[in-house]
């Protein structure tokens, strides 16, 4: 079985930072992309940014510039740094991981717990 674990979310005023971690834990082969999303209550959840297994990165438009996806694949841990936060960055966020298994050629994926992120204005 695998777990996802998510850390770093908290409270911070309008500009501040926050780096949001995830650990992938338990029995598994590889992990190939990583990602992060959020969700707010009545909205469906959208993808905030995602990294491959090369290190390719791709961004919602609205946080381009001020949010960096990164991964550290020898512990199987993804980041995701959120600099000049605003009030609309307010929300769930959730880590996701796909995984390949060889030996049955299917892909997977497991979600994070979410960690809340408040920003204040």
């Known amino acids: 079985q695998v777990q996802m674990v998510e850390s770093g979310g908290g409270l911070v005023q309008a500009g501040g930072s926050l780096r949001l971690s995830c650990a992938a834990s338990g029995r598994f082969f590889a992990i190939t992309a990583m990602s992060w999303y959020r969700q707010t209550p009545g909205k469906q959840r959208e993808l905030v940014a995602g990294?491959?297994?090369?290190?390719?990165?791709n961004y919602k438009d609205s946080v381009k510039g001020r949010f960096t996806i990164s991964r550290d694949n020898t512990k199987h841990t993804v980041f995701l740094q959120m600099n000049s936060l605003r009030p609309e960055d307010t929300a769930v966020y959730y880590c996701?991981?796909?995984?390949?298994?060889?030996?049955?050629?299917?892909?997977?994926?497991?979600w994070g717990q979410g960690t809340q992120v408040t920003v204040s204005s």
């Open positions: 990294i491959t297994t090369d290190g390719r990165t």
């Open positions: 996701n991981a796909d995984f390949y298994n060889p030996t049955t050629s299917l892909y997977y994926d497991y």
